[in-house]
């Protein structure tokens, strides 16, 4: 049997290792490549939003991905999201945003649903996916939505401690009022793990593992 191929497209190349090492975990089996373009999200963050020319680029990055070969396509970047849906309708192979089984897991652990975000641009797609995904499943949540201001700023600028102490200070206000949080940025993930288990016992979600655990379902052996 031909073996299957997982195509990704990135807007930064720093996510390709940590990908990769999710692949070997999930999906060891599977061959996958790789097509990174930073300028998408440059783009999407100098100008405050996804323009039309910014979306067409990702329809493009993902027909090339299914032209190269690949039998499914993740795209890993949330800010794009919606591009990415759109991406899907005209590509003959599945194309998946990254953050959508981390909304529809969090759909399905509770009512009270918390999104927080370093960047704006990040923020709104990720809320309205959620918003998007409970309305498929049925079900009425309360989404509360947290920007850390400033963190990102930091976080560009070379200053990872502050970053991590803003993301921090924001998770344990927020796990008091939600029945589970999600990540809008994989980058924060790491922040998590400094947690205490006290301010750990509301579940964090963080979408590059949980993707690929779907994935695994799809196109494991």
Do not use: W
């Not at 061959?31 to 020319?53: C, H, P, Q, Y």
């Not at 998007?132 to 049925?138: K, P």
């Not at 793990?193 to 993707?211: H, N, Q, W």
């Amino acid at each position: 049997m031909k073996k299957k191929t997982l195509g990704f497209v990135h807007t930064s190349a720093t996510l390709v290792p940590i990908f990769q090492e999710l692949s070997q975990q999930h999906i060891p089996n599977v061959d996958t490549f790789n097509i990174a373009d930073d300028s998408l999200i440059k783009d999407v963050i100098k100008r405050g939003e996804m323009t039309a020319g910014t979306a067409r680029r990702v329809v493009e990055h993902v027909g090339s991905a299914a032209a190269a070969g690949a039998d499914y396509i993740l795209v890993t970047c949330s800010s794009i999201g919606k591009a990415v849906e759109t991406a899907a309708t005209l590509t003959n192979v599945p194309v998946l945003r990254v953050d959508q089984p981390m909304a529809d897991k969090a759909v399905a652990s509770g009512k009270r649903i918390g999104v927080i975000a370093t960047l704006p641009t990040t923020l709104e797609p990720t809320a309205d996916l959620v918003r998007r995904r409970a309305e498929v499943a049925g079900k009425e949540i309360e989404l509360t939505e947290t920007l850390c201001e400033g963190a990102f700023e930091a976080l560009m600028g070379g200053d990872a401690a502050t970053h991590d102490q803003k993301v921090s200070v924001a998770l344990k206000a927020l796990s008091k009022e939600v029945d589970v949080i999600l990540l809008a940025q994989a980058s924060m993930a790491r922040v998590v793990e400094t947690l205490s288990p006290e301010d750990r016992k509301t579940p964090i979600l963080a979408s590059p593992g949980i993707a690929m655990e779907y994935l695994k379902g799809v196109l494991g052996d």
